[in-house]
């Protein structure tokens, strides 16, 4: 890490400085990301600071496209639902990766072979038998890789007191520019 700090369980408060950073304040938070009252807020002087607070999927599509969606926290929170062969509930519509719920790369990568394999199957270019055989070894390597992906998954999950301290003039999307 060569010697830059690095601070779990602590929300930014604030930062402060002109064109760049200079000062960074910190509160301690408890594992549902609210803030701990009887622990000062650590403040020091920084000239950059990372923040990570969970990932989420990427819904556009999805949601453009009127799929139904269901919450799940520990899947990054909504997500498109779908049957065991990656189909959403518009038809030709199939999810794969991080977009169908955060649950590791290689979940993500045997996803988008069931999907492939679900897509072929439909457009009659894969047999019954040999779909039936090729999806049954994928989903046994998927269904092992979900184990890590959910604990991976709970791991980067937003907490719900983040939301509580959030001001609003904070900035949740840089690149939307969304306070």
């Not at 990301?33 to 950059?48: M, T, V």
């Not at 819904?59 to 453009?64: D, H």
């Not at 047999?127 to 890590?148: D, G, I």
Request: aromatic share 6%.
């Amino acid at each position: 890490w060569a010697g830059v700090p690095v601070f779990h369980r602590h929300h930014v408060a604030s930062v402060h400085g002109g064109d760049k950073v200079e000062t960074v304040e910190l509160t301690p938070i408890n594992k549902n990301g609210a803030p701990l009252p009887n622990k000062k807020n650590k403040k020091f002087f920084s000239d950059s600071l990372i923040v990570g607070h969970g990932l989420v999927p990427s819904l556009e599509i999805t949601r453009l496209l009127k799929a139904k969606h269901s919450y799940h926290p520990e899947r990054g929170g909504w997500v498109p639902e779908v049957d065991q062969f990656q189909r959403t509930s518009v038809p030709s519509l199939y999810v794969a990766g991080d977009c169908g719920g955060i649950s590791g790369a290689e979940t993500a990568v045997l996803s988008g072979t069931i999907a492939g394999l679900q897509i072929s199957f439909d457009a009659g270019a894969l047999s019954e038998s040999v779909f039936n055989s090729l999806y049954k070894k994928v989903k046994h390597k998927k269904n092992r890789a979900q184990r890590f992906g959910r604990q991976m998954g709970k791991l980067m999950s937003i907490r719900p007191g983040l939301l509580d301290v959030l001001m609003p003039d904070t900035v949740i999307c840089r690149c939307e520019d969304i306070t």
